[in-house]
């Protein structure tokens, strides 16, 4: 297996393109930068050859890559059907606790005050919620079946 965009072969793994449930193959360095938003110009000179690819997901992850570095020159080249235009557009909300730290689902988060929580107990300050799920809902997480404003928690 080999990183759709750069062609790496070391520590490939499936990387989600948001919002469908489709994934492209990413190397450790090309997740590591995309995930973290610090990106690499030189490292990303792959995305002229990755942007003429026939898998839909690589072309809108590519296309979102090519904006964020404000590659307008390669942006005008590239030809992306309506519904993968669409999609490469879509906005992606990031989650964040209360100190600003991203949230990823299979996070641990801990409830930083005393919440009321209608038609059952309480959450109590200090409560620690394990392998949360972000869902669809703006400013929410679910944990326990429960859904909890992100301003109330911080990651742990």
């Known amino acids: ?72 020159d390669l942006l005008d080249m590239m030809y992306l059907e ?13 989650k964040k606790d209360a100190n600003g730290n991203v949230l990823q689902n299979g996070d641990s988060v801990m409830v930083i005050k005393d919440l009321n929580v209608k038609g059952g107990n309480n959450i109590k300050r200090g409560e620690v919620f394990k392998n949360i799920r972000l869902g669809d809902t703006p400013g929410h997480i679910l944990a326990k079946n429960i859904f909890i404003k992100t301003e109330f928690i911080k990651k742990v």
């Not at 759709?4 to 994934?23: A, R, S, Y």
């Not at 995930?35 to 110009?41: A, H, I, R, V, Y």
């Not at 309506?82 to 990031?94: D, G, Q």
Request: aromatic content about 8%.
């Open 82 to 94: 309506p519904e993968e235009e669409a999609w490469a557009n879509t906005e992606i909300e990031v």
């Open 1 to 72: 297996m080999v990183c759709d965009l750069c062609g790496n072969d070391k520590n490939v793994t499936q990387f989600k393109v948001e919002p469908k449930d489709e994934f492209v193959n990413l190397c450790e360095e090309c997740k590591s930068q995309i995930e973290s938003g610090n990106l690499d110009e030189n490292h990303f000179q792959c995305l002229n050859d990755s942007m003429w690819s026939e898998n839909s997901a690589v072309k809108v992850l590519t296309y979102r890559l090519l904006k964020e570095l404000g590659r307008g």
